[in-house]
T-cell receptor, first 115, second 110 residues
Framework: GAVVSQHPSWVICKSGTSVKIECRSL??????MFWYRQFPKQSLMLMAT?????????EQGVEKDKFLINHASLTLSTLTVTSAHPEDSSFYIC???????????FGPGTRLTVL | QKEVEQNSGPLSVPEGAIASLNCTYS??????FFWYRQYSGKSPELIMS????GDKEDGRFTAQLNKASQYVSLLIRDSQPSDSATYLC??????????FGTGTSLTVIP
């Protein structure tokens, strides 16, 4: 499989502030990582695909100026939620493909609460 | 629109019984199929992957795929209380984009 870490595991912030979430690949280099969001009692929704050295690909309906993704190295992708609002409160999870290329392995997730 | 449907449950089975989880998908071009287990408050954990028609067994878990019926299932034999979780079915067409079902909540009663 693949080992993925995320930091922080949880964060509480005030409305209007920005929050950065880090996603690290611990066992091999990842040119592509994925960012998901999960609201309570709902399934995972892909927000964007993070590509090392190039712009992220965002899914329809996801504001790229609000959810800034940077994949500056082969082991680190970051998601910044800018000007966070209570409706952005969610469970954010990143993933990467395994060495076989077909499966996805998830990080532990970051629970964001915006007051 | 690629859709993945699962019964939301909750599904309750007694300890030691077989739990059967079902999933249907809409895109006939789907190539890869996965089952993930998600404990409350945690991220999904890959249990099984299956790519061709038939059964694939791994320990107490068996995944079954029928592409003609666009159906994939997961059987859990000798269910244990630790199997209590939400099980997510995921389908992939290109290898990048994963489409997830809403999950089936399973409770194994001791």
């Amino acid at each position: 499989g693949a080992v993925v870490s995320q930091h922080p595991s949880w964060v509480i912030c005030k409305s209007g502030t920005s929050v950065k979430i880090e996603c690290r690949s611990l066992d091999f280099q990842a040119t592509t990582m994925f960012w998901y969001r999960q609201f309570p009692k709902q399934s995972l929704m892909l927000m964007a695909t993070s590509n090392e050295g190039s712009k992220a690909t965002y899914e329809q309906g996801v504001e790229k100026d609000k959810f800034l993704i940077n994949h500056a190295s082969l082991t680190l992708s970051t998601l910044t939620v800018t000007s966070a609002h209570p409706e952005d409160s969610s469970f954010y999870i990143c993933s990467q493909r395994g060495l076989a290329g077909n499966e996805q392995f998830f990080g532990p997730g970051t629970r964001l609460t915006v007051l | 629109q690629k859709e993945v449907e699962q019964n939301s449950g909750p599904l309750s089975v007694p300890e030691g019984a077989i739990a059967s989880l079902n999933c249907t998908y809409s895109d006939r071009g789907s190539q890869s199929f996965f089952w993930y287990r998600q404990y409350s408050g945690k991220s999904p954990e890959l249990i099984m992957s299956i790519y061709s028609n038939g059964d694939k067994e791994d320990g107490r878990f068996t995944a079954q795929l029928n592409k003609a019926s666009q159906y994939v299932s997961l059987l859990i034999r000798d269910s244990q209380p630790s199997d209590s979780a939400t099980y997510l079915c995921a389908v992939s067409y290109t290898g990048n984009q994963f489409y997830f079902g809403t999950g089936t909540s399973l409770t194994v009663i001791p």
